[in-house]
């Protein structure tokens, strides 16, 4: 029960004799928020992690001191908030994990069932094909990018079929 709250403390001695007495408490809510479920994102997009909460003090694993931080790693990135217009300053934390895939196949899942996309071989040696169909009347940006996270290739397509 958050707010004020009536406590009663009772006793009894090893011979039988009991005693009680009652006293007000506060009890305070801690600052709750989520960074997410476990994610995984393209190794050429940071991923930006918020606490969604103002006016805290924040204390990210990466020793930064701000509300929101750019993953721009893989790993566990763990937050801890403090509220400090509570009593007790108290706190919540939160960890999430982040995964970068080397090879990343993104299409807008409002279209991913009436669109083909299909590329051999991988890994490769220097040369790919690719089928790419369904994107009739669509601009389409194909980045081809290395396992170090680099772009080796960039072609933007236009009404391709």
């Not at 190794?43 to 006016?55: E, F, G, H, K, P």
């Not at 934390?93 to 991988?122: F, G, Q």
Request: a negative charge; aromatic letters at 8%; one cysteine or more.
């Amino acid at each position: 029960m958050i707010g004020n709250t009536k406590i009663t403390y009772s006793f009894t001695d090893g011979i039988g004799c009991q005693d009680s007495a009652n006293q007000m408490i506060v009890v305070e809510s801690n600052p709750l928020f989520s960074l997410g479920a476990d994610t995984s994102t393209c190794v050429d997009i940071a991923l930006t992690l918020d606490a969604q909460l103002n006016n805290m003090i924040y204390l990210w694993s990466t020793v930064d001191s701000t509300q929101t931080v750019q993953a721009s790693k893989a790993g566990s990135w763990s937050l801890v908030v403090a509220d400090t217009s509570t009593i007790a300053n108290c706190t919540y934390s939160d960890t999430i994990k982040v995964d970068y895939e080397a090879v990343c196949v993104s299409i807008d899942e409002s279209i991913a069932t009436t669109t083909e996309l299909k590329y051999y071989p991988n890994p490769t040696h220097g040369r790919v094909n690719a089928i790419i169909k369904g994107f009739e009347g669509l601009d389409v940006q194909l980045h081809i990018v290395s396992a170090h996270g680099s772009i080796v290739y960039h072609e933007a397509l236009k009404y391709a079929s």
